[in-house]
């Protein structure tokens, strides 16, 4: 049996007819490539606006009861600008009828920001020939907003089945308890989502792989606006991705993970201006011929607060630690980390949340745990250094904390994760840009 692929193609990859031509070869030159889903046209240079952004411009006018015709019409001119360099027949105008006279009924704003992607994937699919299959009909949210997989999985794969090719629009389907309404029941993933669009087709297809089209040859191993030149990342595993992203590298919507992750399919992020470089191969392990550094990549983020609680005795306390975190938890405050010695316990909290709720946890953490002391250090910058490789490779921590000492780095805080998958390091915000760049060099380059 031949492998299928599912390929996902992002704004700037179907910015323009020029980038959508690039795209069709693509496709082409793998007839594997069997379903493809696509955003609606992104930013064609750097001022420029995207699609979606103009539609939900377009949104806010028409709900406030202004003139919205300016903002269509540049959204039509767009379409049209690609019809006609395409060099096919599509009668946009008749299509943006449509849209305005669903305007009338007021129709949720994720009806209007669903129509860049819809309109995008019905001009690529005419232009290759290929048959165009609506989100609408088989992906679903159930009626409280939340992504309805068991419904979608089994009517999208059936549905698929007798597709050998389709185009499918990414972004939106329709949630299940307003789909009475007249165009009431689109309802639109968050932002970027047509990346856990193309997630769920490559899982309800059974794809062999997952390729994420993009503008960049995968993931870096360092943010590029500090680093210069960071080496991409040739293999990663989704559980070094998970530790990566959340500390702020991006390169894929969250909640794209998932689906394909549950099923055992990979996912390739690649480069459709440069098509043939191989990009970043996400997988759950990696094969065993593949040689990999100790250490994957490195992250971080500014803005935590650290609250560090001293009592002597502490460790002899049963219940201490969970009715201090159990304060954070009721004041609505998620914490980050959680470093403990003998007879401390630091929490480290996001500062814009913790803020909010300062005076009210001081006081329960003075009057419920009656500590000897509390100390805040705020402007804490968090960064991870993530890789599977560590738990083997004997000395990365040493090395870890010899760059930073060598770069004048005072380090605030230390949290290895328990499956020694990263070492968390705590750094004032003012060493943040240092810390990265010098482990950067010590533990990648
Ligand atoms: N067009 C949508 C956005 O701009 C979704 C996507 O491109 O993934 O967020």
């Known amino acids: 049996m031949s492998r299928v692929i599912t390929a996902k193609f992002g704004g700037t990859s179907l910015a323009d007819a020029s980038q959508i ?44 009861g202004d003139e919205y015709s300016g903002t269509l019409a540049k959204i039509k001119a767009r379409y049209a600008e690609i019809i006609s360099e395409l060099g096919i027949k599509f009668d ?75 185009v499918i629009p990414g972004f939106y389907g329709t949630q299940i308890s307003v789909s009475s309404m007249p165009q009431g029941g689109i309802k639109t993933f968050s932002r970027g989502g047509s990346d856990v669009t193309g997630s ?30 960071p080496k991409p990342i040739e293999y990663i595993t989704y559980t070094e991705l998970r530790e990566l992203s959340y500390m702020g590298a991006s390169v894929l919507h969250e909640d794209a993970v998932f689906p ?21 191969l996400i997988a759950a392990t990696i094969p065993s011929d593949v040689k990999r550094n100790p250490v994957t990549g490195i992250a971080g983020r500014k803005g935590f607060t650290s609250i560090r609680v001293e009592k002597s005795q502490m460790n002899g306390e049963t219940g201490f630690g969970a009715r201090l975190l159990y304060i ?7 914490f980050e980390h959680c470093p403990t010695g003998i007879d401390t316990i630091s ?50 921590a040493a090395k870890v904390f010899s760059a930073l000492a060598e770069a ?18 705590g750094v004032d915000e003012a060493d943040y840009e240092k810390s990265l760049k010098a482990l950067y060099s010590a533990m990648i380059k």
């Open 21 to 64: 031509r690039k795209v069709a070869e693509i496709i082409k030159s793998n007839p594997e490539r069997r379903y493809v889903v696509a955003s609606a046209p992104g930013k064609r240079f750097k001022d420029d606006i995207k699609v979606t952004d103009l539609l939900y411009s377009c949104y806010s006018e028409f709900a406030k």
């Open 92 to 166: 946009i105008g008749a299509e943006i009828e449509k849209i305005e006279n669903e305007l009338r009924y007021y129709p949720p704003a994720d009806y209007l920001a669903s129509r860049g992607e819809y309109l995008n994937s019905k001009i690529i699919a005419e232009f290759l020939g290929w048959p165009f299959v609506d989100a609408a009909e088989v992906i679903f949210f159930d009626e409280n907003g939340n992504f309805d997989g068991e419904r979608t999985f089994m009517t999208m794969s059936g549905k698929l089945r007798d597709f050998p090719n389709a």
């Open 200 to 229: 769920i087709v490559a899982r309800s297809t059974q794809s062999d792989i997952y390729e994420n089209w993009t503008d960049v040859s995968g993931m870096l191993s360092a943010d590029p606006r500090i680093v210069s030149n």
């Open 260 to 280: 394909v992750r549950k099923a055992g399919i990979p996912i390739n992020i690649r480069n459709t201006n440069s098509p043939d470089d191989k990009g970043t």
């Open 328 to 334: 954070f938890a009721r004041n609505g405050i998620p």
């Open 347 to 396: 929490v480290v909290v996001n500062s814009s949340s913790f803020d909010a709720k300062r005076d009210e946890i001081l006081r329960e953490l003075k009057n419920e745990l009656s500590p000897d002391f509390i100390t805040i250090e705020k402007n804490l910058a968090v960064i991870a250094v993530v890789g599977e490789g560590m738990v083997s490779a004997r000395g990365t």
């Open 408 to 425: 004048g780095v005072n380090i605030r805080m230390i949290d290895q994760g328990s499956d020694e998958l990263n070492i968390i390091i």
